[in-house]
């Protein structure tokens, strides 16, 4: 099992940025993708971002596209979501995951085994 722990959510407006950050426990941070999901009140869990386990490849949500760009440093067992140009529509609780199983990770938030708590994220207009 992996722990995750988000960090970098917070209170923003319309246009500002936000780093976030998800930390992960484990020798083997090298060896699985991660993804970062989010969560708005009385919405299902979506999909953000996917990054494979060396960094190269990566996927995005189309509303994030061009905007959020998701990064990782397997040397601190770290993962980034960079947030630009955020919209009020971003507001939501982010988690990050990891996929155990697979290198290059996945859309679907079932094939994600671990999971952080969550950091939110607030954009106002």
């Known amino acids: 099992q992996v722990q995750l722990v988000e960090s970098g959510g917070g209170l923003v407006q319309a246009g500002d940025s936000l780093r976030l950050s998800c930390a992960a426990s484990g020798r083997t941070f090298n060896n699985y993708a991660m993804g970062w999901f989010r969560q708005a009140p009385g919405k299902e869990r979506e999909f953000v971002a996917r990054?494979?386990?060396?960094?190269?490849?990566?996927y995005y949500a189309e509303s994030v596209k061009g905007r959020f760009t998701i990064s990782r440093d397997n040397a601190k067992n770290t993962v980034y979501l960079q947030m630009n140009s955020l919209k009020p529509e971003d507001t939501a609780l982010y988690f990050c995951?990891?996929?155990?199983?697979?290198?290059?990770?996945?859309?679907?938030?079932?094939?994600?085994?671990?999971w952080g708590q969550g950091t939110q994220v607030t954009v106002s207009s």
């Open positions: 990054i494979s386990a060396g960094g190269v490849l990566t």
């Open positions: 995951a990891a996929d155990r199983d697979s290198r290059y990770g996945t859309i679907h938030r079932n094939d994600y085994e671990d």
